[in-house]
C-alpha cells in the first residue's frame, strides 16, 4: 500500500480506502471495504478523507473515523 484514508460513508458506517501497487510500483488497485460489508452508497469528497499515517513499521497510526 502506497496510501491509505479513512472516511465515514453516508450511513455512518466507517470506510478504509487502500492505493496498492504491483511488485514494480505501478498503480494497481483501489481497494475500498467498508466495516460491515455492505455496499458503499457515496464517495466521499476530499475534506471528508482522513489520511492513515504508516511509521516505520507499517504500522497503522491514526484513529479510524468513528472513533474521534
Do not use: C, H
Given at each position: 500500500a502506497v496510501a491509505e484514508v479513512q472516511f465515514s460513508d453516508a450511513d455512518g458506517i466507517s470506510v478504509t480506502a487502500v492505493l496498492n501497487v504491483d511488485t514494480e510500483g505501478r498503480?494497481?488497485?483501489v481497494d475500498v471495504w467498508k466495516v460491515n460489508f455492505a455496499p458503499l452508497?457515496?464517495?466521499p469528497t476530499e475534506?471528508?478523507?482522513v489520511p492513515v499515517l504508516f511509521n516505520t513499521?507499517?504500522?497503522r497510526t491514526a484513529t479510524p473515523p468513528a472513533e474521534r
Amino acid at each position: 500500500a502506497v496510501a491509505e484514508v479513512q472516511f465515514s460513508d453516508a450511513d455512518g458506517i466507517s470506510v478504509t480506502a487502500v492505493l496498492n501497487v504491483d511488485t514494480e510500483g505501478r498503480l494497481y488497485e483501489v481497494d475500498v471495504w467498508k466495516v460491515n460489508f455492505a455496499p458503499l452508497q457515496r464517495w466521499p469528497t476530499e475534506p471528508e478523507m482522513v489520511p492513515v499515517l504508516f511509521n516505520t513499521l507499517f504500522q497503522r497510526t491514526a484513529t479510524p473515523p468513528a472513533e474521534r
